[in-house]
């Protein structure tokens, strides 16, 4: 079974730093793109972050650029969220969530970025 | 940005009834599109990709439609399992990936 543990979430005041972890098992983690994901309280979700298998590529939405870095360990099967300069408006819980790996159709890769396994979830206040 | 919209905001069912989600993309997302169900204090689960794909474990009870701008999700007979809220996804034209703002399912 999938499994992914997110910790390292916590009370900060504005400006501050937090480094999120989670932790993966039951699946070959070095296989995966990851993501993180967040929901204010009462609100919906909003994507913040994506890293390839390989941790080559990474993306980021706007809300977070410049301020937070994405990075994993794949020999500790480990993701991680370095956020800085944290503002009052990064109050959330945050998601590491799993995209499936790509599909290969002959010469074609088809790659996919929708969720196919989430966290429970870590709980950044900043306040 | 692709801009999803997700209507009714909130859709009042009894149990047994059916329920018709919406889910609009403000640019065409093909049948790049996903749907997932988030309970109270609990993460989202997929329900569907692809548009029209079941998730392992989904009941048959769901189904998506679409392509394009335009995209349904289905729940054939509600569950009392299944109120909460749905919220629909595209991955075609990212970065940054979109989420509509949900539709909550309550019962009537």
């Known amino acids: 079974e999938v499994y992914l543990v997110e910790s390292g979430g916590g009370v900060v005041q504005p400006g501050g730093s937090l480094r999120l972890s989670c932790a993966a098992s039951g699946f070959i983690f070095s296989r995966y793109d990851m993501m993180w994901v967040r929901q204010a309280p009462g609100k919906g979700l909003e994507w913040i972050s994506y890293i390839s298998s390989s941790d080559t590529t990474m993306y980021y939405a706007d809300s977070v650029k410049g301020r937070f870095t994405i990075s994993r360990d794949n020999a500790k099967h480990s993701l991680y969220l370095q956020m800085n300069r944290l503002r009052v408006d990064d109050t959330a819980v945050y998601y590491c969530?799993?995209?499936?790996?790509?599909?290969?159709?002959?010469?074609?890769?088809?790659?996919?970025?929708?969720?196919?396994?989430w966290g429970k979830g870590t709980t950044v206040t900043v306040s | 940005e692709t801009v999803m919209t997700q209507s009714p905001a909130t859709l009042s069912v009894s149990p047994g009834e059916g329920a018709t989600l919406f889910c609009r993309a403000s640019q065409s997302v093909n049948d790049n599109l996903a749907w997932y169900q988030q309970k109270h204090g609990q993460p989202p689960r997929l329900l569907i990709y692809?548009?029209?794909t079941r998730a392992i474990g989904i009941p048959a009870r769901f189904s998506g439609s679409g392509s394009g701008t335009e995209f349904t999700l289905t729940i054939s007979s509600l569950q009392s399992e299944d109120f909460a809220v749905y919220y629909c996804?595209?991955?075609?034209?990212?970065?940054?990936?979109?989420f509509g703002g949900g539709t909550k399912v309550e019962i009537k």
């Open positions: 692809a548009a029209s």
């Open positions: 996804q595209q991955y075609n034209n990212w970065p940054p990936l979109t």
């Open positions: 969530a799993r995209a499936p790996p790509p599909t290969i159709y002959g010469v074609v890769t088809h790659y996919y970025f929708y969720m196919d396994a």
